[in-house]
């Protein structure tokens, strides 16, 4: 076979020549944020075709700043390396890192799947078959809040396949050499819609809380660091407004995928039997999954007592429970409590093992530090204010709510194309100098971007979940690009739309 140029073979070209390229050019800018601008074309070029993984492509670009000498230095003409490289010992990644352990040890007892199942098999689910997509678009979401959204795509996933077999042959599922009728129901709009809510659903649900979503970290990340905002986000404060876009975003695609998801007669009682033995082999709650539970809600709980305390009026000691007790060190909370209570304590096997530590996501991790490092720098070297300065040229107005709009859509549209933490951690520098530059307030497009970066839900390749569902060879890709555009269009007005109903009524993600 010859060899083909594939869209990341592509990239893996084209990112070289850009850098090269614009390095043989000369412009106004300092010689740091000249570099640096080509290797952020070479980034974003290599993080939109992945010629390698994402993670990967952020580690390199690291390199490439202090190999072609994009980071400054200092007297002694050493660059600064230390402080380059600091936003991986953030306190965001420490905070990202316990809720990966906690979403780990959900996964490993069967938690997560215990809940879903649990609504599942709750007897409104399965009156009809739009309850049941109802049903299963609510266990996604619900577990999305606190695992990512990849994770509870997963969880979910055997599950739609499970429901959409068993629908599909009227028995136990065996999505291998049905008949032609179980084939038809399966590749039906109906059995389309009921994966496109399993994946979508895992977006709308990491909005919710902080933890939901990378991209939820990441903002967070920037928002704390002394170049950006300076303050660390209140965890019941984002929820406030977090928890009512999760449920506007719900019904809209509830409604939607519905209009999408035209029926014919199911054989229901045969699911709700279904369902319930999927439930039934799940046996009575074990150790581990108590454990898992016991050490989440004293997690949440210390997350939201600050916010609760200052609800209460209780402002000194809100204050003093956040010094003592920040988020950050609340996470790391859960894996010490997770290493240490056992399951079965004369077999000295405790509810997380060392074998759990090489099943967290670390490229997340790296790609998280690696981006921070990368918009810091961007500050540091000017950059950013000289991207503020043209793209609020090229905007022309220094309207609050256009350039949040405009903030919502571009998160949107890069996120169809890459990672959503690549989106966020490239457009989070951009829109926060555009904002300084425009002399508006910063809060509403930033939290704009960071929404809009969750989505982006067109195409197989624009998020875990859509490849997770589409690898089940069951949704035509015009009918998850039809589902996806309108949903990008209809996330988009409802951020929109709730950022500025919460602005109005004087909300802010900040502790005051």
């Given at each position: 076979?010859?060899?083909?140029?594939?869209?990341?073979?592509?990239?893996?070209?084209?990112?070289?020549?850009?850098?090269?390229?614009?390095?043989?050019?000369?412009?106004?800018?300092?010689?740091?944020?000249?570099?640096?601008?080509?290797?952020?074309?070479?980034?974003?070029?290599?993080?939109?075709?992945?010629?390698?993984?994402?993670?990967?492509?952020?580690?390199?670009?690291?390199?490439?700043?202090?190999?072609?000498?994009?980071?400054?230095a200092d007297s002694r003409g050493v660059p600064r390396t230390k402080e380059f490289l600091a936003p991986f010992a953030d306190p965001s990644v420490f905070f990202l890192l316990g809720g990966m352990f906690i979403g780990r040890a959900m996964t490993r007892h069967g938690l997560d799947r215990r809940i879903?199942?649990?609504?599942?098999?709750?007897?409104?689910?399965?009156?009809?078959?739009?309850?049941?997509?109802?049903?299963?678009?609510?266990?996604?979401?619900?577990?999305?809040?606190?695992?990512?959204?990849?994770?509870?795509?997963?969880?979910?996933?055997?599950?739609?396949?499970?429901?959409?077999?068993?629908?599909?042959?009227?028995?136990?599922?065996?999505?291998?050499?049905?008949?032609?009728?179980?084939?038809?129901?399966?590749?039906?709009?109906?059995?389309?819609?009921?994966?496109?809510?399993?994946?979508?659903?895992?977006?709308?649900?990491?909005?919710?809380?902080?933890?939901?979503?990378?991209?939820?970290?990441?903002?967070?990340?920037?928002?704390?660091?002394?170049?950006?905002?300076?303050?660390?986000?209140?965890?019941?404060?984002?929820?406030?407004?977090?928890?009512?876009?999760?449920?506007?975003?719900?019904?809209?695609?509830?409604?939607?995928?519905?209009?999408?998801?035209?029926?014919?007669?199911?054989?229901?009682?045969?699911?709700?039997?279904?369902?319930?033995?999927?439930?039934?082999?799940?046996?009575?709650?074990?150790?581990?999954?108590?454990?898992?539970?016991?050490?989440?809600?004293?997690?949440?709980?210390?997350?939201?007592?600050?916010?609760?305390?200052?609800?209460?009026?209780?402002?000194?000691?809100?204050?003093?429970?956040?010094?003592?007790?920040?988020?950050?060190?609340?996470?790391?909370?859960?894996?010490?409590?997770?290493?240490?209570?056992?399951?079965?304590?004369?077999?000295?096997?405790?509810?997380?093992?060392?074998?759990?530590?090489?099943?967290?996501?670390?490229?997340?991790?790296?790609?998280?530090?690696?981006?921070?490092?990368?918009?810091?720098?961007?500050?540091?070297?000017?950059?950013?204010?000289?991207?503020?300065?043209?793209?609020?040229?090229?905007?022309?107005?220094?309207?609050?709510?256009?350039?949040?709009?405009?903030?919502?859509?571009?998160?949107?549209?890069?996120?169809?194309?890459?990672?959503?933490?690549?989106?966020?951690?490239?457009?989070?520098?951009v829109v926060w100098s555009i904002c300084r530059e425009a002399g508006i307030e910063p809060i509403p497009p930033l939290i704009g971007v960071t929404f809009g970066a969750s989505f982006g839900s067109a195409l197989p390749v624009s998020t875990p979940p859509?490849?997770?569902?589409?690898?089940?060879?069951?949704?035509?890709?015009?009918?998850?690009?039809?589902?996806?555009?309108?949903?990008?269009?209809?996330?988009?007005?409802?951020?929109?739309?709730?950022?500025?109903?919460?602005?109005?009524?004087?909300?802010?993600?900040?502790?005051?």
């Open positions: 076979m010859g060899w083909r140029l594939s869209f990341d073979r592509l990239g893996l070209l084209l990112g070289p020549v850009v850098l090269i390229a614009w390095l043989c050019v000369p412009s106004g800018l300092s010689p740091e944020a000249h570099r640096l601008l080509g290797i952020l074309g070479l980034t974003v070029i290599w993080w939109v075709t992945e010629p390698i993984p994402i993670a990967a492509t952020g580690l390199f670009a690291l390199v490439l700043c202090v190999v072609l000498g994009a980071v400054p879903a199942l649990a609504i599942l098999c709750s007897r409104w689910a399965s009156r009809s078959p739009a309850a049941l997509l109802f049903a299963v678009g609510l266990s996604v979401t619900l577990v999305s809040m606190w695992i990512s959204n990849t994770a509870a795509t997963a969880m979910v996933y055997p599950v739609t396949l499970g429901i959409i077999g068993c629908l599909a042959t009227g028995r136990e599922p065996s999505l291998a050499a049905t008949p032609r009728g179980a084939l038809d129901f399966e590749r039906s709009p109906y059995a389309s819609m009921l994966l496109v809510m399993t994946a979508y659903a895992s977006s709308v649900g990491g909005v919710a809380t902080p933890i939901g979503t990378g991209t939820n970290v990441v903002a967070r990340g920037f928002f704390q660091r002394p170049e950006y905002l300076g303050q660390s986000m209140d965890f019941l404060r984002w929820m406030l407004v977090g928890v009512p876009l999760m449920a506007l975003l719900f019904i809209f695609l509830y409604l939607w995928l519905h209009r999408l998801a035209p029926t014919v007669d199911l054989d229901l009682p045969q699911l709700r039997e279904y369902l319930h033995e999927q439930q039934a082999q799940l046996g009575p709650w074990k150790r581990g999954e108590v454990n898992t539970l016991l050490v989440f809600l004293i997690v949440v709980t210390l997350w939201v007592m600050p916010g609760l305390l200052a609800l209460l009026g209780l402002h000194q000691a809100a204050e003093q429970f956040r010094r003592r007790c920040p988020e950050d060190i609340a996470a790391l909370l859960a894996p010490c409590l997770l290493f240490l209570l056992p399951v079965r304590w004369r077999d000295s096997q405790f509810s997380l093992e060392v074998s759990d530590f090489s099943r967290i996501d670390w490229g997340t991790i790296m790609l998280f530090g690696s981006g921070m490092a990368l918009g810091s720098l961007m500050v540091t070297t000017g950059l950013a204010n000289t991207i503020g300065q043209a793209g609020f040229e090229l905007l022309g107005t220094a309207d609050l709510w256009v350039v949040t709009a405009l903030a919502i859509a571009s998160g949107i549209i890069l996120s169809e194309f890459t990672g959503n933490a690549a989106a966020a951690s490239a457009l989070i520098p859509n490849a997770i569902v589409y690898g089940s060879g069951l949704i035509p890709v015009r009918r998850m690009i039809v589902a996806g555009v309108v949903f990008d269009v209809l996330c988009g007005l409802a951020i929109w739309l709730v950022l500025r109903i919460a602005w109005a009524l004087g909300w802010s993600p900040f502790a005051r």
